[in-house]
C-alpha cells in the first residue's frame, strides 16, 4: 500500500487540491480490503470501536457510524500514517499560505503526541454505514484545537451495485461569493482527499481563506459503506 502510495503523482494530487480543495487516490484499497474494512461495521465486535453514532438523533442526517477505538487494526495504522506523510507537505504549504506560524511535523506518530498532550486522545477513524434514505449533512470534522487540515474518505461499496445514489459532495464558501458545489465520483476502492475547513486559494492580492464542507447525497438504494480517516484525534 505505501509503495502504491509513493508510486502515485503528488505533484498532480497536490495541483489538484490547491485548485479544488480535493483529490481523488483511484483504486487506493483493492476490492478485498475494501470489503475485509466493511465487514468490521458488524462483524469485529464492539471491543473495536470507542463508539457507534445515530447520525439522525444528533441531525447529522440519516445513517450511522462507529469510531474505531484505539489500537486500530493493523493495516489501518499504516494506511493513516502514510497517507499523513503524504500529505504534510500540503498542509505545511496551506498553513504558511494562510499566514499562520503552524506546521505539521513529518511523522503521524509525532503529530498524534502533540494532539495527545492537548487532551485530543481519542481515535477518529470511522466506519460509516448508510442504507436507503440515509444521508450525511454537510459539515467539518473538527474535533478540538488540532486540526490537520486534510482528510481521506475511501469508498468500500460498489456505486451502481452494491447502491445507488449516494454521492459525495463538498460545498465550498468563498467570502462574499455564493456557494460552489463539487461532486466527487468514487468507485469502490478509491479514495477522496479534501480540505476538512479551509484552504487558501490565491487572489489578486495574496491568499484569501476558502471555507470547506463536506457531506453524502441522499442513497436511493442499497448499502453504502466507507471509511474516514481523519489525521487529528478527538478530545
Ligand atoms: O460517507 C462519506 O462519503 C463521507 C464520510 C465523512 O463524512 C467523513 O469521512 O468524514
Ligand atoms: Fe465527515
Request: proline share 6%; charged share 20%; with cysteine.
Amino acid at each position: 500500500m505505501t509503495m502504491t502510495l509513493l508510486s502515485r503523482d503528488w505533484r498532480s494530487i497536490e495541483a489538484e487540491l490547491d485548485a479544488d480543495g480535493v483529490s481523488v487516490l483511484p483504486g487506493l484499497l483493492a476490492p478485498g480490503r475494501c470489503d475485509a474494512l466493511a465487514a468490521l461495521y458488524d462483524g469485529a465486535g464492539e471491543s473495536a470501536f470507542r463508539s457507534t453514532v445515530v447520525m439522525a438523533r444528533h441531525g447529522f442526517g440519516s445513517g450511522e457510524y462507529k469510531y474505531f477505538a484505539y489500537p486500530l487494526p493493523e493495516g489501518l495504522e499504516s494506511l493513516r500514517s502514510a497517507l499523513y506523510t503524504s500529505l504534510v507537505p500540503t498542509a505545511n504549504r496551506w498553513s504558511a499560505a494562510l499566514g499562520s506560524a503552524q506546521r505539521f511535523p513529518e511523522s503521524h506518530a509525532d503529530y498524534l503526541q502533540r494532539c495527545h498532550a492537548a487532551g485530543q486522545t481519542r481515535a477518529t477513524p470511522l466506519l460509516l454505514r448508510y442504507g436507503p434514505g440515509d444521508y450525511n449533512c454537510l459539515h467539518q470534522d473538527l474535533y478540538g484545537d488540532h486540526v490537520f487540515p486534510l482528510q481521506v474518505v475511501v469508498l468500500l461499496s460498489a456505486p451502481g451495485c452494491d447502491f445507488d445514489g449516494g454521492e459525495f459532495v463538498l460545498v465550498e464558501q468563498r467570502p462574499r461569493r455564493q456557494s460552489r458545489a463539487i461532486v466527487v465520483p468514487l468507485a469502490k476502492g478509491d479514495a477522496a482527499v479534501f480540505a476538512v475547513s479551509q484552504r487558501p486559494v490565491q487572489g489578486a492580492r495574496g491568499a484569501y481563506r476558502v471555507i470547506l464542507r463536506h457531506g453524502v447525497s441522499r442513497i436511493r438504494r442499497g448499502t453504502r459503506t466507507t471509511l474516514g480517516l481523519i489525521f487529528h484525534d478527538a478530545a
